[in-house]
T-cell receptor, first 112, second 114 residues
Framework: DAEITQSPRHKITETGRQVTLACHQT?????MFWYRQDLGHGLRLIHY???????NKGEVSDGYSVSRSNTEDLPLTLESAASSQTSVYFC???????????FGQGTRLTVV | AQSVTQPDIHITVSEGASLELRCNYS??????LFWYVQSPGQGLQLLLK??????LVQGIKGFEAEFKRSQSSFNLRKPSVHWSDAAEYFC????????????FGSGTQLTVLP
């Protein structure tokens, strides 16, 4: 079955380190998204991509970057991890104007 | 800018009781509205969506939602709650009939008592 997977599921890192969270989907969807989930804020959009080599900033993009070198993957990089980036991160994908977004199971990141 | 408000952070109901989760939105054009459910440790799953037409929409797991333009609301309902419905529920609004960029509410945590 097609799916969207995130890795790792849990990570602890130190302040100032660079961290990359992986997202891989096998639906061949054009659109991929990264959200962070924080108590009281729901999900907030970090970055998104509408296709290979396309990336766009979302609502809370500072301190994060993405790159899209193929259809299947959209890795999220924290350039210099900060404690404020401790959160649960979700990757999602959709096809074109599809009405349904498919979400990964999330990555819980703790920055100490 | 679009926004979504879920006024209830936490709701507790007894199994078998009816449920209504509130959602209010702010959007400049015709809204495209979604309800997602997140079970513990899981990603989000789409329950139902509204784009146009009949203002009462049916979803999976026995859920329904009613779009009321005059009240800018899209409340989620279920006539009889099951223990397995305990989860967090998110309302979201998106542009242009797609899930391309969703704005989420802050979520409502549902607890179901036996």
């Amino acid at each position: 079955d097609a799916e969207i997977t995130q890795s790792p599921r849990h990570k602890i890192t130190e302040t100032g380190r660079q961290v990359t969270l992986a997202c891989h989907q096998t639906w061949n969807h054009n659109n991929m998204f990264w959200y962070r989930q924080d108590l009281g804020h729901g999900l907030r959009l970090i970055h998104y991509s509408y296709g290979v080599h396309d990336t766009n900033k979302g609502e809370v993009s500072d301190g994060y970057s993405v790159s899209r070198s193929n259809t299947e993957d959209l890795p999220l990089t924290l350039e210099s991890a900060a404690s404020s980036q401790t959160s649960v991160y979700f990757c999602a994908s959709t096809q074109g104007g599809s009405t349904e977004a498919f979400f990964g199971q999330g990555t819980r990141l703790t920055v100490v | 800018a679009q926004s979504v408000t879920q006024p209830d952070i936490h709701i507790t109901v007894s199994e078998g009781a009816s449920l209504e989760l509130r959602c209010n939105y702010s959007y400049g054009a015709t809204p495209y509205l979604f309800w997602y459910v997140q079970s513990p440790g899981q990603g989000l799953q789409l329950l139902l969506k509204y784009f146009s037409g009949d203002t009462l929409v049916q979803g999976i797991k026995g859920f329904e939602a009613e779009f009321k333009r005059s009240q800018s609301s899209f409340n989620l309902r279920k006539p009889s709650v099951h223990w397995s419905d305990a989860a967090e529920y998110f309302c979201a609004v998106g542009p242009s009939g797609s899930a391309r960029q969703l704005t989420f509410g802050s979520g409502t945590q549902l607890t179901v008592l036996p």
